[in-house]
């Protein structure tokens, strides 16, 4: 990752940048220069303008202020910041080679990329860890709105930590051409050496990619398959009302809606990755012909992750869907269904993923008490707000009382 301005054949394949070269053969004619402006312009206007509509609907509607949904937010910020502060510079440089924002902005554009991907990953990490603890131990606490802000400024934190070597090694070079043009270079001098040949920054991406991308992906595969043989592949015993049935179908479309977003965000970074491994080991690679056209393709793909979020949710969530034809309620053609942003439509619920009655019905749960006409034997009285009984309990977890 260390090394995405710098690995287009920008260097001599040695680590020193040549001066002997008559002119600068990295840049594309008008015409590539063209296709490529329309697609990286296209994805950071997409991008910045639907996780900016993301964190409006999250923020000004008080019943979508969920914990996963503030997740969401956490999410859309690192991917506004990443498609407004970094791809758009990186981009003039890759097309251009020649970065013309000065080295203070060469390290921070550098410090933002990284940060960002942290920041992606590491949250969405959180929001499996959260839905996994939701429906696998329903009758544990669910974290509240403090400590979501709180693992939430954790992760911004852990990312800094990653990203500080952005800051420290990133710096700008000035080469001259024999027919008198100059073009300035942002790239990594690490201690051992500039990039492609640099040990450190090697290990730096092997830990980088191990870090973001196969142990996070590891993780949200393992907690997702989990949550999906527990929504869909267990059976019920009782009997279920149709409320109560509708609830599990949202829980699983949620769930379904996340699967989705993580396995995007795993093909579209997984090249990216790759690349960074193959060309520390081959670095006469960065030499080749068309490797800039290369490097384009799998940068966009990497980068325009950003975007695809915002579509998923407007395809798959009714309660964003909604959210973003109010915001473009101004536009002809587009009409907002006249009831407002409702509670069983959200995002996320409190996941009580055990047939223990509709979700409006606000159960306490006393543990190590009695309820009349309740099950002593299991140390646990259940007493409800409105008078509604449990009709049926998730499998293993609980047994079938009948009604009174």
Known sequence: MSGDNDSLGWNNGSGNYSLEEPENQFILPWWKQ??????????????????????????????MRTVTNYFLV??????????????????????????????????????????????????????????????????????????????????????????????????????DFTNGDQRVICYAEWPDGSTTVSYQEYLYNVLFMVMTYFIPIGSMGFTYVRVGIELWGSQSIGECTQRQLENIKSKRRVVKMMMVVVAIFAVCWLPFHIYFIITSHMPEIINLPYIQEVYLAIYWLAMSNSMYNPMIYFWMNTRFRRGFKQFFSWCPYVQVPPEGLTRREAVTTRFNYSCSGSPEANYRIN??????????????????ARGVEPRCLKNRKAVHWPAR
């Not at 996780?51 to 008080?62: C, E, G, R, S």
């Not at 999410?75 to 498609?83: E, F, H, P, T, Y």
């Not at 190590?368 to 409800?384: D, E, F, V, Y």
């Open 34 to 63: 063209l296709i490529w402006t329309f697609l990286f312009g296209g994805m950071v206007i997409v991008a910045t303008g639907g996780n900016l509509i993301v964190i409006w609907i999250v923020l000004a509607h008080k019943r």
């Open 74 to 175: 956490n999410l859309a910020i690192a991917d506004a910041m990443v498609s407004s502060l970094n791809v758009t510079f990186n981009y003039t440089y890759m097309v251009n080679s020649d970065w013309p924002f000065g080295r203070p902005y060469c390290k921070i554009s550098q410090f933002v990329a990284v940060l960002s991907i942290c920041a992606s990953v590491f949250t969405l990490m959180a929001i499996s860890v959260d839905r996994y603890m939701a429906i696998m131990h329903p009758l544990r606490p669910r974290m509240g709105r403090r400590m979501t802000l709180c693992i939430a400024a954790g992760i911004w934190v852990i990312g800094s930590v990653f990203s500080l070597p952005m800051l420290i090694f990133f710096t700008t070079y000035t080469q």
């Open 367 to 384: 543990r190590n008490a009695s309820q009349r006409g309740g099950p002593r034997k299991l140390g646990i009285g259940m007493q409800t």
